[in-house]
């Protein structure tokens, strides 16, 4: 479940645009992460940001939505993709 989401918009993207969007974990505590998103596009041939956001998401229980620990499999994935 998405807990709170920090975005800023550096340049526009145009319909038909070709951008590039880069994931990675920059933390994580026992129920919660939070992922940091880079979103490119080209100008003049050199990829420029023109998106960054930063979204905390909690691990919730589906049956009363209350916070869960990340489980074993998931936290294990995500180490592999935090930034050092």
Known sequence: ??????????KPALLDDLL???TSIIDMKNTSFVMRQVLRKEFDGVPEIICEVK????????HD??????????R???EEHKER
């Open 20 to 22: 590039m969007l880069e």
């Open 65 to 74: 939505i209350k916070p869960v620990r990340i489980p074993a499999k998931l």
């Open 1 to 10: 479940m998405a807990r709170h989401l920090e975005a800023d918009y550096l």
């Open 55 to 62: 979204v905390t998401l909690v691990c919730v229980n589906a």
């Open 76 to 78: 294990e994935k995500f």
